[in-house]
């Protein structure tokens, strides 16, 4: 039996070579800036931080506690605690999903760019993937002709990710519900990663796509809205309870469950996650006003479409320019981390992904640096 291998995965690799470099910039981050231990436990009375450093550090479930799926679940409209499911953040909830619906044989469909999880594990597990390219001058979304010349009836999968990450585009909800009856057409799932959803900087959040569609699946975490990735908490929602039941029985060959400590300060959060999540929004919308004016100065040189969600935004740089090369440069040379587009494909090699939601001083001294450069 030949053995399986993942593909590179070239966004985490990028970040292992220079992310935790000493004294590097990091101008990369799809997060907020963080919260720390003192902060979540300040948000409550001494009796919380008491039970907090008398927690029993056994295994806990591995669905995740009834209390804490019952957080997740209030923050969608239609969902109860039994339709969630914990995992150790996002990343694996979209592992487990391929490794326990999609066999080979069968394709899934995946917006490009995306995070390479889902195409990866497909791969590795002999899955075809038919990947829908976004284009900035349609908005980066999707061209729904095109999604349905790529699903037929071995579609197990459509996987979309919006709010984009790394673009910050939003689906209307008419939008959402024409790619679900596409979608539901060829009795393939309709999967949403959803870590953006909550970081709205215009508006109101984008509805959950489970509270929209019946069978549909949604995929959220705590990094991404709180900046809380040193949790490593995440979830998958449903209404699915096969499928969900599908994701506990293979988590025990994963990770099992949550760390007790983690699952904690989690549901603390969630308690208070407006509180949390106010100061690094009101942060991004500052940054991003700053990104906007740097783009309007450069007369051209540069180029976006401004994001509606999220922390990152995707900028194109002339097209003498190669991303590759301008941000290894600004890593090795000037200690300031962006992601260049190459790492989601060669269609966005003159693209960059810049993140906004660090606090105003770093982002204005990042941003400075990168227009010295141009």
Same mark, same amino acid.
């Given at each position: 039996?030949?053995? &399986?291998?993942f593909?590179?995965?070239?966004?985490?690799?990028w970040?292992? *070579?220079?992310?935790?470099?000493?004294?590097?910039?990091?101008l990369? @981050?799809?997060c907020p800036?963080?919260?720390?231990?003192?902060?979540l436990?300040?948000l409550?009375d @001494? %009796?919380?931080t008491a039970?907090y450093?008398?927690l029993?550090?056994?295994?806990?479930?591995?669905?995740? +506690?009834?209390?804490?799926?019952?957080?997740?679940?209030?923050?969608?409209?239609?969902?109860?605690?039994?339709?969630?499911?914990?995992t150790?953040?996002?990343n694996?909830a979209?592992?487990l999903?391929?490794?326990?619906?999609?066999a080979?044989?069968?394709?899934? /469909? /995946?917006e490009?760019?995306?995070?390479?999880t889902?195409? #990866?594990?497909?791969?590795?597990l002999?899955?075809e993937v038919?990947?829908l390219?976004?284009?900035q %001058?349609?908005?980066?979304?999707?061209d729904l002709?095109?999604? =349905?010349?790529l699903?037929d009836?071995?579609?197990?999968?459509?996987y979309?990710?919006?709010?984009?990450?790394?673009?910050?585009?939003q689906? $209307?909800?008419?939008e /959402?519900?024409?790619? @679900?009856?596409?979608?539901?057409?060829?009795?393939?799932?309709? /999967?949403n990663? %959803?870590?953006?959803r909550?970081?709205a900087?215009d508006?109101?959040?984008?509805p +959950?796509?489970?509270?929209?569609?019946?069978?549909?699946?949604?995929?959220?975490d705590m990094t991404k809205?709180?900046?809380?990735?040193?949790?490593?908490?995440g979830?998958i929602?449903?209404?699915?309870?096969?499928?969900?039941?599908r994701i +506990?029985a293979a988590?025990?060959? $994963?990770?099992?469950?949550? $760390?007790?400590?983690?699952?904690f300060? =989690? *549901?603390? =959060?969630?308690r208070?996650?407006?509180h949390v999540r106010?100061p690094r929004?009101a942060?991004a &919308?500052t940054?991003?006003d700053?990104?906007?004016? =740097?783009?309007?100065?450069?007369?051209?040189?540069?180029?976006?479409? &401004?994001?509606?969600? #999220?922390?990152?935004a995707f900028?194109?740089?002339p097209?003498h320019?190669s991303s $590759?090369?301008?941000?290894?440069?600004?890593?090795q %040379?000037?200690?300031?981390?962006l992601?260049?587009?190459q790492v989601?494909?060669?269609?966005?090699e003159?693209?960059?992904?810049? #993140?906004f939601?660090?606090?105003?001083?770093?982002?204005q001294e990042?941003? +400075?640096?990168?227009l @010295?450069?141009?």
């Open positions: 039996m030949t053995p &399986r291998h593909p590179p995965f070239h966004l985490e690799r970040f292992a *070579e220079f992310e935790f470099v000493p004294g590097m910039r990091n990369a @981050a799809s800036f963080t919260v720390t231990t003192r902060e436990l300040e409550e @001494a %009796e919380t039970r450093l008398s029993n550090l056994d295994y806990i479930e591995n669905p995740g +506690s009834e209390s804490l799926r019952h957080a997740v679940a209030q923050l969608h409209t239609t969902l109860k605690a039994d339709d969630v499911r914990m150790t953040g996002a694996e979209l592992l999903l391929i490794w326990t619906t999609v080979p044989g069968d394709n899934i /469909v /995946v490009e760019p995306c995070y390479d889902v195409p #990866g594990v497909a791969q590795a002999g899955i038919r990947r390219p976004l284009r %001058e349609d908005g980066w979304k999707p002709e095109q999604l =349905a010349r699903i009836q071995q579609t197990r999968l459509v979309l990710n919006h709010p984009h990450n790394p673009t910050g585009s689906l $209307s909800k008419e /959402v519900l024409a790619i @679900a009856e596409l979608t539901e057409h060829a009795g393939a799932t309709l /999967v990663d %959803e870590v953006f909550l970081i900087l508006g109101e959040p984008m +959950s796509i489970v509270d929209l569609v019946d069978h549909a699946v949604s995929i959220g809205p709180w900046g809380l990735g040193g949790l490593r908490v979830w929602a449903s209404r699915q309870h096969e499928l969900l039941q +506990s988590r025990d060959y $994963s990770t099992m469950c949550n $760390s007790a400590p983690a699952a300060l =989690a *549901e603390l =959060a969630l208070h996650w407006k106010a929004i942060a &919308r940054n991003r700053q990104l906007a004016e =740097a783009i309007m100065r450069s007369q051209g040189a540069l180029s976006w479409q &401004r994001p509606q969600t #999220g922390y990152t900028v194109q740089l097209a320019l $590759s090369t301008f941000c290894r440069y600004l890593a %040379e000037k200690q300031l981390l992601v260049p587009g989601y494909g060669s269609a966005y003159h693209f960059f992904r810049i #993140g939601g660090c606090t105003p001083p770093l982002f990042g941003l +400075s640096t990168i @010295a450069e141009l």
